[in-house]
């Protein structure tokens, strides 16, 4: 779970902002908090209102940054590759700041590092105990020495397990997080614990998921449809709820060569697949809301291809259609299914952006009520940045998970909550927030001061 994410110095980002999922003093909706773990619980949704341009997609970018860094890192003389605030020039020499406080496996962590774009200036990792903070490691690379490992000292208490530690720390390139050098040399394999180290490395790349307006989440579950009756049976179960009007979805095999690509990259995927020596490769091919799944037998190729079933008038048998036949709306629902089911298994942030896009209203409340009327035992969390003002509504979230972003005068963005905001429990929000009260929509100017629209009397 996220308890608590903080940037500072990064895209529309100036100072240091913070956004928080721990609950607010309001008593309702009790089922959105998690149980707590040491004293702290955290809230199961969040949703990020604002104008256009007013940094909810910066935000999202800035948690995907991190994720991304850790796990896939920096080559070598290669730069960090980011975006600096770039409209206050006394910060082009100072560094960015990113941090995460996040639980995970019965602890709570703070982990973070401030960087530029050469190296890693700081890097820290702790325990978020009851009474104090344990430090587990520290960075900092205008201190000698520059790795302080006491904290894993602790747990390594044999020579061998302590100097590999060491040696694996002064290996961590200036450009490369000692958590991504880590997760890379495999470093448990040598040493006696670093449980805290391998937690934090497995939120990031197992618990945390962030999909943008254009990514599909989980497109490969569909190729299990044929082998998991359980599976098919909850996709065609959510597909009829959500009025897709689809009866049926399946798995048809077709020729290879009737994948509609353009006939040079066919031929170039046939090639590439032939040539590996693997047997269990399989390979997913999404092409204008068409999905293929290509696997290898006896030197063959085999292609599946996700299809939808509608009834027909007059006709007992189903008929199948592309899904490139059906809606970006249906395509959508399609797409968001995979992610309800794993929402509602538990032990997964997902943080989506843009989540409304080609849906009615009506289906991504639908969505938030499905979670959040069956998360009371499940700890999940669904982070979205919106324009859907009709999830501006305390009959389904509570105060403390409706965020604002806003642009200052500086244009940086800025973040608050309806928490700061004395309301009641019961009044209406999303007029108000349409009018400007909490100041998270568009500034538009004077229309009467247009000069390059046409007049009635030219």
Excluded at 202 to 222: C, R
Aim: a neutral charge; proline letters at 3%.
């Amino acid at each position: 779970m996220l308890i608590r994410f903080t940037v500072e110095n990064f895209l529309s980002f100036r100072e240091r902002v913070s956004f928080s999922m721990i609950p607010g003093k309001g008593t309702l909706k009790q089922h959105h908090k998690s149980n707590p773990i040491k004293g702290i619980s955290t809230l199961k949704a969040g949703v990020v209102f604002g104008a256009n341009a007013s940094g909810k997609s910066n935000l999202i970018k800035a948690i995907d940054f991190g994720k991304i860094l850790l796990l896939r890192g920096t080559k070598s003389d290669y730069p960090i590759n980011y975006q600096k605030f770039k409209l206050d020039s006394k910060l082009n020499d100072s560094n960015s700041r990113i941090e995460y406080e996040i639980q995970h496996k019965g602890k709570n962590y703070a982990y973070g590092f401030s960087f530029n774009a050469t190296e890693i200036v700081e890097e820290w990792l702790y325990e978020l105990a009851k009474n104090k903070d344990i430090k587990i490691f520290e960075r900092n690379k205008n201190a000698r020495p520059i790795f302080d490992l006491d904290g894993l000292y602790k747990k390594n208490r044999k020579e061998e397990h302590k100097q590999f530690l060491n040696f694996t720390a002064k290996g961590t390139p200036n450009n490369q997080l000692f958590l991504t050098e880590i997760r890379t040399r495999k470093v448990k394999d040598n040493v006696k614990d670093i449980s805290d180290l391998l937690n934090v490395i497995d939120w990031f790349q197992n618990s945390l998921k962030i999909v943008f307006p254009d990514e599909k989440y989980k497109e490969g579950i569909k190729s299990e449809l044929k082998d998991d009756s359980k599976l098919q049976i909850t996709f065609e179960e959510l597909l009829k709820y959500f009025d897709t009007g689809i009866d049926g979805i399946c798995l048809e095999k077709i020729e290879f060569e009737s994948i509609e690509i353009p006939i040079k990259i066919l031929e170039r995927i046939r090639e590439d697949l032939l040539e590996q020596k693997s047997e269990s490769i399989r390979v997913i091919l999404p092409y204008k809301n068409n999905t293929y799944f290509i696997s290898k037998s006896n030197n063959e190729l085999v292609v599946h291809k996700f299809m939808t079933k509608h009834k027909v008038f007059g006709q007992e048998n189903l008929i199948s259609f592309d899904t490139s036949d059906e809606s970006d709306g249906t395509n959508r629902i399609i797409d968001f299914i995979p992610l309800i089911m794993d929402l509602l298994q538990g032990n997964n942030v997902f943080v989506v952006d843009e989540m409304e896009r080609s849906l009615h209203p009506n289906l991504i409340m639908d969505i938030f009520e499905i979670f959040l009327d069956n998360c009371e035992n499940v700890n999940s969390q669904l982070i979205v940045a919106s324009h859907e003002s009709s999830l501006l509504t305390q009959k389904l979230l509570r105060k403390d998970e409706i965020w604002f972003v806003v642009k200052d005068e500086f244009g940086a963005s800025q973040l608050h909550s309806l928490e700061e905001y004395n309301i009641r429990f019961d009044k209406e929000i999303r007029k108000d927030y349409l009018l400007g009260r909490y100041k998270a929509v568009p500034k538009i100017g004077n229309r009467n001061k247009l000069t390059v629209l046409p007049t009635q009397n030219s």
